[in-house]
Each structure stands twice: as structure tokens, then as C-alpha cells.
């Protein structure tokens, strides 16, 4: 059976700019894709590269879409290379239809705290709506005086909360030992991707740090490649398993082999449209194994809210996520 493909690319800024480790984020670039079958039945994906983490480029995207044409068959969207991980996971989305019976009718949600100072001014009205996971990016500003402000921000928690740091790969070894050090005995979930990935030497690094403290350490960065799963699973890894899965070539066997490794797993945004988010969402929805708060604590994201995915509250329900229509995000972007 063949198909009419479309796709449109977008460049939508955020309503404030995202500060990372890797710099100020002002707009997310990507692609939707449009998949129509001869009865006229349409399905829709999204490609969203981050190429810093190690993704293609929307350009190699666009450039694979405008190669395949405007008709497809299976055995020509199998063909996509895998060097184009983020564009085969939006074909694939684009064949798929949501399932039916989730195995969880809600999740909790994790708050994403600005970098900084400005997370200790977030970090109250958040609780007060009822959060009780926190992300904070770190590894943005000096480390000295972002530690200096960990333990204010920890007496800003309410009782019994927890505080996930991400680092975005922004330590070497020393910052991340003086950091894990002053975690323990503080309400720190884990610490995501202290170090960088696919640096020399950067996975023993990891390994050697989730083996030497206490606090967990979590991969993202890490995680890109459809290998990276069954490298880490493999080396033994003690941790976390952060997964955005807008970013993952078959995001489907990937968890296929975590779910069967009883692996801890936080699915998490990429900072993705409601089309992107909606596919992402529905695999933490069907997630087999330990339910822990979801990293997509991120919208009202950007600056135009119809491509938004549900407003980030304390718990996201399934039926927030089947309420998402993609075809009003394909409609947008017109």
C-alpha cells in the first residue's frame, strides 16, 4: 500500500528562551510529516533533531523527505537510514494509531525549574499547585555559586519532595565528585548526564561515578543512537535511563529491551510540538515497568500555544494526551 507523503517544516520560537548547559535555545526547528492512505485515513509525526545530543539536522531531514517524494510504500519508509533517527521516528509515528487502553489512566509530572537564581522564585507557586518532582538545569552558571544555591533550594521544597538536577553533560570529573558529594543526605532524585557523552574515556567516567556515590546518576545525552540501549544494558549500568523518545530510530525495541531489563526508566520531552509529544506521551502511557514522574513538565512552551502539548500540571492524564490533534498542529504551521 502506497502513501502521499507531506511534510512541513517549522521554526517556532518559545515564549522564553531555554538555558542549558549548551547555551541559550531561543526556537525549536523540526518537521512535521503527513501520511495519507488511499482511503484518505491521514496520520502525522514529527521529526525533532537536537543535533548537539547527536541527531541529524532538520537540513539532512528536509533533504531525506524531499529524496523519498510525495509517494511512499512500506519497503521505501523501511529504507530510511538509521544515521536519521528523529525522521524515521516520525514516519513510523505517522503509521501508528494510539492505543486504546493505556496501562496507566495518569502520571505524575516533574516541574521544570528555570536555570539559576530564577529557580528559587518558581519553585513555591509550583509546589502550591502540587508538584512534588523537580527538575533544575544546572552546569549553566559558575559552579560555586550554583551550589551555593542548592541547598536553598532544597529548604524551598515542600516535605517529601525531590529535586532531579540535569547537567547536560557540562562537569569533568572533579566538578561532578564536588557535586555528588554535596548531594548526599539531600533530596536529590538523581543527576542526569553529569559528564559528556562520547567524549574519551566520558562512559567509564559515568560508570566509575554511578559505582563510587550514593545519589543515582541518570543517562540522557547518552541515550540518542538505537545501540545506545543495549550498550549501557550491556555495561551495566546502576541508573536511570532517561528517554525522550522523539529521539530514539525505534523507540519501540528500545523499550522492548528496558521493559525486559526492568530497567528505571523517566520518559522525557524534547522539547517537541503536541504532534512529537503525543507519540512520546503514549509510549510512558503503555510503559510496563516503574511509574516515575514524567520529564514533560515543559508547555506552555511556545510562543504560538496551538502547537503546545497539555498545560504542565502536577499529574497529566491519558486523556489529555488522546485529546491532542495533530492535524490542528499541521493546520498551524500552514
Partial sequence: ??????????????????????????????????????????????????????????????????????????????????????????????????????????????ALLPAGRAALELVGPKAEAGFRVFKWKVGVTDAAD????????????????????????????????????????????????????????????????????????ALDESLVSDGDVEQWLGAGWPGVFVVKPSLLGDPVAALARLAAARAAVVFSSALETAVGAQAALAAAFT????????????????ADARCDGPQAMPFLHWEDVARIDPEAVWNALN
Fill in 146 to 217: 550554583e551550589l551555593a544555591l542548592l541547598d536553598d533550594l532544597c529548604a524551598a521544597l515542600p516535605d517529601g519532595a525531590k529535586l532531579r538536577l540535569d547537567a547536560n553533560g557540562a562537569w569533568d570529573r572533579r566538578v561532578a565528585e564536588r557535586w555528588l558529594g554535596r548531594c548526599v543526605e539531600r533530596p536529590v532524585e538523581f543527576v542526569e548526564q553529569p559528564v559528556a557523552a562520547g567524549a574519551r574515556g566520558a562512559d567509564d567516567l559515568l560508570l566509575g561515578l554511578a559505582h563510587d556515590f550514593p545519589t543515582p546518576l
Fill in 1 to 110: 500500500m502506497s502513501h502521499l507523503l507531506q511534510f512541513r517544516r517549522y521554526r517556532l520560537p518559545f515564549r522564553a528562551p531555554v538555558r542549558t548547559a549548551h547555551g541559550w535555545w531561543p526556537e525549536r526547528e523540526g518537521l512535521i510529516v503527513r501520511l495519507e492512505a488511499a482511503d484518505g485515513a491521514a496520520g502525522y509525526g514529527e521529526g525533532a533533531p537536537i543535533p548537539w545530543f547527536g541527531t541529524e539536522s532538520v537540513d539532512e531531514a528536509e533533504a531525506a523527505l524531499r529524496e523519498l517524494g510525495g509517494r511512499v510504500d512500506a519497503t521505501r519508509l523501511a529504507a530510511v537510514p538509521g544515521r536519521l533517527p528523529c525522521l524515521k521516528n516520525a514516519l513510523a509515528a505517522a503509521q501508528v494509531a494510539l492505543p486504546g487502553t493505556p496501562a496507566h489512566p495518569s502520571l505524575g509530572v516533574a
Fill in 287 to 302: 510503559w510496563p515497568g516503574e511509574r516515575r514522574a514524567l520529564g514533560f513538565g515543559v508547555w506552555p512552551l511556545f
